[in-house]
């Protein structure tokens, strides 16, 4: 029974030897793992987490209104000449040219010399265009006041606001929704519809519709519009303020002596800075050689 005894313990002193030899034991499955006790340690204080605000969310980014330059035919000298706006981008282009040009010039249009025709409080009440004519709906007041070259004026400042556009030729008019043949007491034929070519002497013989007065530009510069110069020939000077000449030489429109052309310039300068600038645009006289026909354009020169 002793030797028995013995040979039992022997073999459990072997058993544990074997086991502490292990260095990572694999607990059989279905039995629990047993914790070794670890010696105690100075416990380590830990910074309590701040709570990081979320990220704001971001708003919505403004979008800047997309814009469309549109002519506006007023009056410089008895004489139709252009302003040039910036309106809000629509499908109704037509209607906000007008809208723009019965609201009339700027304080600062003024101050280059224009003026409307138009009688103040002339309201749109509605505008449609088919087969290249457009009728144009006005308000009665369109029609008061004023004599004969007023009226003519007038029609012609809405004819060729409304004619800047390739989808129109000619303008039929109404008055609150009344056709009518002729405009005010004056009687301005507009039936049938008329068009630019009806209020050729309205026009200066130097007529530049591109650009506008108080424009910035860069270069290259477009210069755009019409003549009746002798011999279709014609000068055209892009100078600072200051008198600085950055660009002069002759031009041609496609007919002259008689015969009303078009030309359409591109004019390279070179400016620093932006600056103020003068577009000067001329004949020489063929009697005695002098300047005549003067149009001068003030203009921002941008690099």
Request: hydrophobic residues 45%; aromatic residues 6%.
């Amino acid at each position: 029974m002793r030797r028995r005894d013995f040979a039992f313990w022997l073999a459990l002193s072997s058993l544990a030897a074997a086991c502490r030899s292990e260095a990572t034991p694999t607990p059989n499955a279905g039995a629990v793992p047993t914790i070794s006790p670890t010696p105690a340690s100075t416990p380590v204080p830990v910074a309590t987490p701040t709570a990081t605000p979320p990220p704001a969310t971001p708003g919505p980014t403004p979008t800047a209104q997309r814009t469309l330059t549109v002519a506006l035919y007023f009056l410089r000298q008895e004489k139709l000449a252009v302003a040039r706006r910036a309106v809000g981008e629509t499908p109704r282009i037509g209607t906000a040219a007008l809208q723009e040009l019965l609201a009339g010039p700027t304080d600062q249009e003024v101050s280059f010399g224009l003026s409307t025709e138009i009688p103040p409080g002339t309201r749109l009440n509605d505008l449609a265009i088919a087969d290249g004519v457009a009728t144009v709906d006005l308000s009665a007041d369109f029609a008061a006041g004023g004599g004969a070259f007023s009226m003519q004026a007038r029609v012609a400042q809405v004819v060729f606001t409304l004619t800047q556009f390739s989808s129109v030729r000619a303008v039929r008019f109404r008055l609150d929704g009344q056709p009518v043949s002729a405009i005010g007491g004056e009687g301005v034929v507009v039936e049938p519809p008329p068009s630019r070519a009806d209020f050729e002497d309205l026009l200066p013989l130097i007529f530049v519709e591109v650009p506008g007065p108080g424009e910035a530009v860069t270069s290259p510069l477009r210069v755009a519009g019409s003549a009746n110069t002798f011999e279709a020939t014609f000068m055209v000077r892009l100078s600072t303020v200051e008198g600085a000449v950055l660009y002069e030489e002759p031009a041609m429109a496609t007919s002259g002596s008689g015969t009303r052309g078009t030309f359409d310039l591109t004019i390279p300068f070179v400016v620093s800075q932006p600056v103020d600038g003068i577009l000067r645009l001329w004949e020489y006289s063929a009697k005695d050689g002098s300047e005549v026909n003067i149009v001068e354009i003030p203009l921002r020169l941008v690099p």
